[in-house]
């Protein structure tokens, strides 16, 4: 069974940094793509960023572009995302999933096209 855990958030003042991780259990992380989401208050769910299986290409939106970061531990079988330069404007539950087969880590995230989602994680930006 295919399971998702999603750690690291917490409080931080604005322009400080967070790392996020999605760890998997019950397979190997690195067999698939990976995406993570957010959701603000009173919001939709958002794509933030996806990185390919095995090390393959990576895509961010463009209001995290330059800022996040989304890379693989595989001995740790577990999914990064690095968020510098924190805004207030990330605030949200962060979460990550798993894209359907033919699905591609392209530059829009759809969250129909994902799967396995973890509970989430806290993150927020103080000003």
């Known amino acids: 069974q295919l399971h998702l855990v999603e750690s690291g958030g917490g409080l931080v003042q604005s322009g400080g940094s967070l790392r996020l991780s999605c760890t998997a259990s019950?397979?190997?992380?690195?067999?698939?793509?990976v995406g993570w989401f957010r959701q603000a208050p009173g919001k939709e769910r958002e794509g933030v960023s996806c990185?390919?299986?095995?090390?393959?290409?990576?895509n961010y939106a463009g209001s995290v572009k330059g800022r996040f970061t989304i890379s693989r531990d595989n001995a740790k079988n577990t999914v990064y995302l690095q968020m510098n330069s924190l805004k207030p404007e990330d605030t949200a539950v962060y979460y990550c999933a798993l894209p359907y087969p033919g699905v591609d880590c392209g530059p829009a995230l759809l969250l129909p096209e994902y799967h396995t989602w973890g509970q989430g994680t806290q993150v927020t930006v103080s000003s």
């Open positions: 990185i390919r299986s095995r090390g393959g290409r990576t």
């Open positions: 019950g397979f190997t992380l690195d067999d698939y793509a």
